[in-house]
């Protein structure tokens, strides 16, 4: 049973790096058929999609953050990474990760897809001086 | 982007009676490849969510037959017959047919 469980600082600055750790148990991050995601829910908010990240390193991620947004993938430690620069209190959120069960992307017709059927527990950030 | 529109915004359902959540798309989710990539999720309180419905209409591993969808291009609904206590949370609906992947801003339900 794949477990999903993201780490981080609960806690940082305005204008300062925010730096989330999610790991993965109980299955490869480099099993066949699977890719990433991170999401994040703003306080009593809905969901905003934040990014996918595959097991060869490819990201694709939302416009909206991607001047500021890093993501990785680390297969040797089982983690995915997400680091958000020049944060402010509207990146105040409880941060997902989860995992895609699919292969491929929208961007071609091969695309396999069957939901994101894993997800971490969440990680609450606070931004905040 | 893509804009997907929940309705209603909040339901309140007596247990045993059945419940429908629409979810409209500001374009077509039907890909080139014959697949609506349309998800439904379930929020429960205090949970991370969990997926329910992928491809419009494809029940995800161990979730009780009696949520269903249906749908097509831009309009989708989800359908939960015979609504137990247990049902109740925020209903998210999902494209993932383009990037950005975006969310319905959610339903939630309640127990009469």
């Known amino acids: 049973q794949v477990q999903l469980l993201e780490s981080g600082p609960g806690l940082v600055k305005p204008s300062q790096t925010l730096s989330l750790t999610c790991t993965v148990s109980?299955?490869?991050?480099?099993?066949?058929?699977?890719?990433w995601t991170w999401i994040r829910q703003h306080p009593g908010k809905g969901l905003e999609w934040i990014g996918y990240?595959?097991?060869?390193?490819?990201?694709f991620n939302n416009p909206s953050l991607k001047s500021r947004l890093t993501t990785s993938i680390d297969t040797s430690k089982s983690q995915l990474s997400l680091q958000l620069n020049s944060v402010t209190a509207a990146d105040t959120a409880v941060y997902f990760c989860?995992?895609?069960?699919?292969?491929?992307?929208?961007?071609?017709?091969?695309?396999?897809?069957?939901?994101?059927?894993?997800w971490g527990q969440g990680t609450a950030v606070i931004v905040s001086s | 982007d893509v804009v997907l529109t929940q309705s209603p915004v909040s339901l309140a359902v007596t247990p045993g009676e059945s419940a429908s959540i629409s979810c409209r798309s500001s374009?077509?989710?039907?890909?080139?490849?014959?697949?609506?990539?349309l998800d439904w999720y379930l929020q429960k309180p205090g949970q991370s969510p969990h997926l329910l419905i992928y491809?419009?209409?494809t029940r995800a591993s161990g979730v009780p037959d009696r949520f269903s969808g249906s749908g097509s291009g831009t309009d989708f609904t989800l359908k939960i017959s015979r609504v137990e206590a247990e049902d109740v949370g925020v209903y998210y609906c999902?494209?993932?047919?383009?990037?950005?992947?975006?969310f319905g801003q959610g339903t939630r339900l309640e127990i009469k």
């Open positions: 109980g299955g490869s991050i480099r099993a066949g058929g699977y890719f």
């Open positions: 989860a995992r895609v069960k699919g292969s491929g992307s929208s961007y071609s017709d091969y695309y396999p897809y069957y939901g994101m059927d894993v």
């Open positions: 491809l419009g209409s």
């Open positions: 999902m494209q993932a047919q383009q990037i950005p992947v975006t």
């Open positions: 990240i595959y097991d060869s390193g490819v990201t």
């Open positions: 374009q077509s989710l039907l890909h080139s490849n014959g697949n609506n990539y």
